[in-house]
């Protein structure tokens, strides 16, 4: 590193880490254009924004050095996702650890959202967020590419790479999960 790259200011903004990153045009472009949704979709899983950035960080550094294994530009976005969401889940497993659970942030913070005033005061609103964030990573990930990221149980299979009945399973299990727990708290 030069004296002159040293010198540069640290607080880049994501476009000008994804044009360092990802020279590649067409994967920066989208990059760019989709980069806060895969933000979104890691914290998510990670139910952390830092660990959010990190997994996003990780995820486009593979995608770059993986780059030629893309046969099919029309399936950018899912291969993508694919990556950024297994980065996701390796660091909430990491958090999970004897290590990760003395430095991880107390489960009693609360998850900072965007300001919804509809939302804010809806106590059923934070009871699913609280059970969501209780979730093992790997059934937050399908919730989160399914349900949230609208795909298909058998291409949320192939994102996590797991059989599409396991994918099936976990989609239950966690929707019977929270079904569970929002009707304790209404009786």
Avoid: N
């Avoid at 990153?21 to 998510?44: G, N, W």
């Avoid at 593979?62 to 390796?90: G, T, Y």
């Avoid at 965007?114 to 399908?142: I, K, N, Y």
Wanted: hydrophobic share 40%; glycine share 4%.
């Amino acid at each position: 590193m030069t004296s002159k790259e040293s010198a540069r200011p640290m607080d880049l903004d994501h476009t000008d880490v994804i044009s360092s990153v990802l020279p590649d045009a067409a994967l920066a472009e989208f990059v760019a254009e989709h980069y806060d949704r895969l933000v979104r979709l890691a914290r998510l899983v990670c139910r952390d924004g830092s660990d959010a950035g990190d997994a996003v960080q990780r995820g486009l550094e593979q995608a770059w050095r993986r780059r030629s294994s893309l046969r099919d530009d029309a399936r950018l976005r899912p291969w993508l996702d694919r990556i950024v969401v297994r980065e996701a889940i390796r660091i909430a497993r990491s958090r999970q650890s004897w290590l990760g659970r003395v430095f991880a942030p107390r489960s009693d913070v609360a998850w900072i959202g965007g300001h919804d005033p509809q939302t804010e005061h809806l106590p059923a609103w934070s009871t699913l967020r609280a059970a969501f964030a209780r979730l093992p990573a790997e059934q937050r990930a399908v919730i989160a590419l399914h349900l949230y990221a609208g795909y298909s149980v058998a291409e949320t299979a192939e994102l996590v790479a797991a059989p599409v009945e396991t994918v099936r399973s976990r989609l239950r299990l966690a929707k019977d999960r929270l079904r569970h727990e929002l009707q304790e708290r209404e009786s």
